[in-house]
Every structure is written in C-alpha cells, then in structure tokens.
T-cell receptor, first 112, second 113 residues
C-alpha cells in the first residue's frame, strides 16, 4: 500500500457542487498538507495541519475547507466548486522537522 | 512575492550530458533546501537536499550546490538519462516558516536519447 493514498484519482464535477477529496497516510506523521498544482504555477499550499487539533490556512485557502478526522486522515472540501478550481491536488505528510515530505499520487479535478 | 524562483520552465539535454537546474531564493532565513522530482500522474518524490551549513551535497549522479551569498542553488545530474525526464521542483524551508516548505514553479527536464 502507498504511504499516502488519495481518493478519488480523477473527478469531474459541475460548477456549484460540493466535493470532498480524501487523503490517508500510514507514515504515522502528525503533519499533513494539501497542495494544488497548476501549469506554470508550481505547488501552492492550500491548508496544513500539524496535529489533529491544528488547522492552518495556506496561501490559497479561499473556496476550500479541510477536516482532520484523525492523525492519518485529512480531507479537503470545495464547498461550491468553480471552474478555476480545476487543477491537480496533492496531499502530503512530513516528519516534525518538515523534512522528507511524502506526497500522494494526486487527484485530478475538473470543474465544468 | 515568490520566495523560491525557478526561472527556466523547461530544459532539454542529450543523454549522457550534464543537466543543470537552477533555483534562486529571496528569503535569507531559509536554511534547508530540497529538490523534488515529479513524473506525470505521480506525486513529487524527494530527490536530494542540502543544509545551509554546506555548499555541496552529492548522491550518486545527483549533486546539489548552494551559494548562500548569491541565494542560489543548482542541481547537477551527470550523466543524464532518459528516465530523468520529469519536472523538478526546488523547495526551501526555514525563516519562521515553521518547517513548511516553499516550492518553486518547477522546471521540466527532457533528456533526449
């Protein structure tokens, strides 16, 4: 099994719909992150969590929310999807020093 | 304000030659730098890193050089192989970031047979 598992791998949804992207990890790390990748823009941090009771906004959190259900689970929600949220989304986890991020394989989201 | 910059969106080299990927940063408080490699349909994977107390770190065909005074680092791949074709992200941490990584935009490396 992969260290970081993201579901679904691909999703097409309509504008205005609510959608949840799920992430689970088996590394036993407290730190988890959600990133978005767009062509030419690299990886941008949406939200991050340093433990189950800690949730922080990243640089592009507008339009997104997260839930840290357990140490191993961190989900990302789009409350009302819009087309410019079409992107590749990555979940990651890291050790306490932030070294050695482990990424999931990504979720390709298309909002039509 | 982009704190980690990869100014070359793409780079093409011949198999067997050297690939040099560059990265500049603006935050002088960054003290740890990493390179990640990403293939299509996969997540980024860690490649090599360097602490600010060093100026060079080598791992097989991959070497990272750090020039703190210039706020510049580079990744050298020698010899380049077609399997090295991927997007390479430079990342940095430190400077009050609470150990969060700041990524560059990435450079697409193509190694031609």
């Amino acid at each position: 099994d992969a260290d970081v598992t993201q579901t679904p791998r691909n999703r097409i949804t309509k504008t205005g719909k609510r959608i949840m992207l799920e992430c689970s990890q088996t590394k036993g790390h407290d730190r988890m992150y959600w990133y978005r990748q767009d062509p030419g823009l690299g990886l941008r941090l949406i939200y991050y969590s340093f433990d189950v009771k800690d949730i922080n906004k990243g640089e592009i959190s507008d339009g997104y929310s997260v839930s840290r259900q357990a140490q191993a689970k961190f989900s990302l929600s789009l409350e009302s999807a819009i087309p410019n949220q079409t992107a590749l989304y990555f979940c990651a986890t890291s050790d306490p020093l932030g070294v050695g991020y482990t990424f999931g394989s990504g979720t390709r989201l298309t909002v039509v | 304000d982009q704190q980690v910059k990869q100014n070359s969106p793409s780079l093409s080299v011949q198999e067997g030659r050297i690939s040099i990927l560059n990265c500049d940063y603006t935050n002088s408080m960054f003290d740890y730098f990493l390179w990640y490699k990403k293939y299509p349909a996969e997540g980024p994977t860690f490649l090599i890193s360097i602490s600010s107390i060093k100026d060079k770190n080598e791992d097989g065909r991959f070497t990272v050089f750090l020039n703190k005074s210039a706020k510049h680092l580079s990744l050298h791949i020698v010899p380049s192989q077609p399997g090295d074709s991927a997007v390479y992200f430079c990342a940095a941490e430190g400077g009050g970031s609470n150990y969060k990584l700041t990524f560059g935009k990435g450079t697409l490396l193509t190694v031609n047979p």
